[in-house]
């Protein structure tokens, strides 16, 4: 299924238990072999490790807000990771299937982020489920959902695959991307579900379709923000057109650090919801010429109490919806077997409905432009630039390795609205 191309991109080390091998061997010179063959097939088992390693030097500013980010050079982690994949048959076309991925997060600096945040490794899309020919996947886990897994920008209408696979956001996993989290131009929406269900259906004459459900166990806020999402891809020939849906439930714009200067950040917010829809859509010419288009279009919830006033001794909740999109485009090009040259850029609109500051203070855009050479397989270097513009109020940062002007080193760490980022380097990717 298209649903697993990471898996199909990574060198699979297949491993068998000895007893398994043991115990067909005694059945086949007592059954002749029939019921031994029975065995194989339905009780395959599968095991593969796959996985990258993608480091980045580079040079990096941010300058333009209240407290700009100095130039300086880093080592960059673009977004490394490793992964234990699987399968067993069950009966008939069905199969069990489970998958453990890290996130080797940060090997540059140790495991510590901008943020003060160790993790060396931790859990990426990692689930245990069944799959079916004919009735599909389903899983449960930690995963990516179907708006990012099915439809994402970083990979072939699906997935991370950014510089493994040529997807609509062709920069992916380098700090030259332009989608993929809340503080990206595009593709905000996209997101890894904690305590999620997902499901996928088998790909009839080229259509797919998939929906996610992320659970609110914990409710720390006393609000359910469960979140789920739906998409669905058509794919003929060269072409890929996909569509998806995310909702998560009493989540909001969090209007009290908007006012105070610090950005615009979800939060909960109870009685209101924010909600992403999305279009995609790639194609590949004889030429070898990609093209990739996207649009996207976030309604972020919002609630305001309102004061007292002389003919009013009452507060009222007010609420309502601020509404946002975003486009962007890809062009890469081919040239002969080792070099793709390629472009990206894409514009992030203005804010309507703000409760602070001007509509057009919250736009931004961001141009991506590089190429890559191909030793083989395994291996690529890549050089790269990227350049965003942030209006007043706004701090879209790098996808990866984002920059911090404020509070560095800790939780709250962030970018100070109106600064505006670039990042010059190149790059080395390891798969395996």
């Known amino acids: 299924m298209k649903a697993r191309e990471e898996e199909k991109h990574m060198t699979p080390q297949n491993n068998r238990c000895t007893r398994r091998v043991l115990a067909v061997a005694i059945l086949a010179a007592l059954s002749g072999g029939a019921l031994a063959e029975g065995i194989l097939e339905n009780r395959h088992v599968e095991t593969r490790i796959y996985g990258f390693l993608n480091g980045e030097i580079e040079s990096v500013k941010a300058v333009g807000g209240a407290t ?6 880093r080592i960059s982690d673009g977004n490394s990771r ?40 931790e859990s990426r899309n990692t689930f245990v489920g069944i799959e079916s020919k004919r009735f599909g996947r389903f899983i449960v886990g930690n995963n990516d959902s179907v708006y990012r897994s099915l439809v994402g920008s970083g990979g072939a209408l699906g997935g991370n695959l950014g510089l493994t696979v040529q997807g609509v ?5 380098t700090s030259a991307q332009l989608s993929g989290n809340a503080d990206s131009l595009f593709g905000r929406g996209e997101a890894r579900y904690k305590n999620s269900a997902h499901y996928l259906s088998p790909e009839w004459r080229g259509f797919q379709a998939g929906a996610s459900y992320g659970f609110d166990e914990q409710r720390t806020t006393g609000d359910d923000r469960a979140r789920y999402s739906l998409a669905a891809r058509y794919s003929i020939g060269a072409f890929s057109i996909g569509a998806g849906y995310d909702r998560q439930q009493n989540t909001g714009v969090d209007v009290e650090n908007l006012s105070k200067g610090f950005g615009m950040r979800n939060a909960s917010v109870s009685g209101v919801n924010t909600s992403f829809y999305k279009l995609l859509a790639t194609y590949k010419f004889p030429t070898k010429t990609s093209v990739g288009l996207g649009f996207e279009s976030g309604s972020y919830g919002y609630a305001v109490q309102s004061l007292p006033t002389p003919g009013n001794i009452y507060t009222s909740l007010q609420t309502g919806s601020m509404k946002q999109r975003s486009v962007m485009a890809s062009l890469s090009q081919e040239v002969g077997y080792d070099v793709t040259v390629m472009l990206a850029a894409g514009k992030l609109g203005k804010l309507d409905n703000t409760t602070f500051a001007k509509p057009d203070d919250f736009g931004a855009t961001q141009i991506s432009l590089g190429a890559t050479y191909k030793i083989d397989e395994q291996f690529m270097p890549y050089v790269y630039f990227t350049r965003i513009n942030n209006k007043a109020q706004q701090n879209v940062n790098l996808g990866q390795s984002p920059l911090h002007s404020n509070n560095s080193g800790q939780d709250d760490a962030f970018l100070a609205p109106g600064n505006s980022p670039r990042a010059f380097g190149f790059g080395f990717i390891a798969r395996f």
């Open 169 to 173: 956001d062709v920069w992916n996993n």
């Open 68 to 73: 700009p980010y100095a130039s300086r050079g």
């Open 82 to 121: 490793i992964g234990f994949a699987g399968s067993i048959g069950l009966r008939d076309d069905i199969r069990g299937i489970w998958q453990i991925e890290g996130s080797l997060n940060n090997f540059d600096e140790g495991g510590v982020n901008g943020q003060g945040k160790s993790a060396t490794i």
